[in-house]
């Protein structure tokens, strides 16, 4: 079973339109995170969730909004999509705020 | 910035031969890890590291942390080409609500 999935795998659309990745994890985590990486490979933290509840908000626009049903699950949705939002986008949940984190397996956009 | 940067950016060696990474940060921590991700796949956590600890070994795997020179260095033994991936170190400062920042990452290439 998958500990983190993430869907859709790949996501393709144009510069303004709406978009949502979900994020699902089976591993009863209290705490779950979105992470962009760049074309770098840089890693940086967008939203943190700790049961349900919003942490810490790294200075992501307000087009970014996570939305937590629940704690085992974690959705990203975009609004108004441009071109520099084109990345790969990771969910992770770990059992204690800031200790082991497990990772889904990505969720790549691309905005033309 | 909080990320913490490795080095070198890319490394090649022969399979057999140890392989060593470093990271450097800039604040103090609660912890540092060693995450792998392999080339369009999610990070897998390999190694954590608390701030009053000196060495840790895990398989192949020794890490070393010298909190007085904000530092840390993975270490893979006898390498295999299995190991080809990339490696980043993620610190979780202190007072930042156990918050990851992950490095730059580095590229280690094992030729079999």
């Known amino acids: 079973d998958t500990a983190v999935s993430q869907t859709p795998k790949y996501l393709v659309t144009q510069m303004g339109n709406d978009k949502s990745i979900k994020c699902e994890q089976n591993l009863g985590h209290d705490t779950m995170y979105w992470y962009k990486q760049d074309s770098k490979k840089f890693l940086k933290i967008m939203f943190s969730y700790n049961n349900k509840e919003l942490i810490i908000n790294e200075t992501v626009p307000n087009r970014f909004s996570p939305k937590s049903p629940d704690k085992a699950h974690l959705n990203l949705h975009i609004n108004s999509l441009e071109l520099g939002d084109s990345a790969v986008y990771f969910c992770a949940s770990s059992q204690v705020w800031g200790y082991e984190a497990f990772f889904g397996q990505g969720t790549r956009l691309t905005v033309v | 910035s909080q990320q913490g940067e490795e080095d070198p950016q890319a490394l090649s060696i022969q399979e057999g031969e140890n392989a060593t990474m470093n990271c450097s940060y800039k604040?103090?921590?609660?912890?540092l890890q060693w995450y792998r991700q392999n080339s369009g796949r999610g990070l897998v956590h390999l190694i954590l590291i608390r701030s009053n600890e000196r060495e840790k070994h895990s398989g192949r795997l020794r890490v070393t942390l010298d909190t007085s020179k904000k530092s840390s260095s993975l270490l893979i033994t006898a390498s295999r080409a299995a190991d080809t991936a990339s490696y980043f170190c993620?610190?979780?400062?202190?007072?930042?609500?156990?918050?990851?920042?992950f490095g730059t990452g580095t590229s280690l290439t094992v030729i079999p």
């Open positions: 993620a610190t979780v400062p202190d007072g930042t609500g156990n918050q990851f920042y």
């Open positions: 604040t103090s921590i609660n912890n």
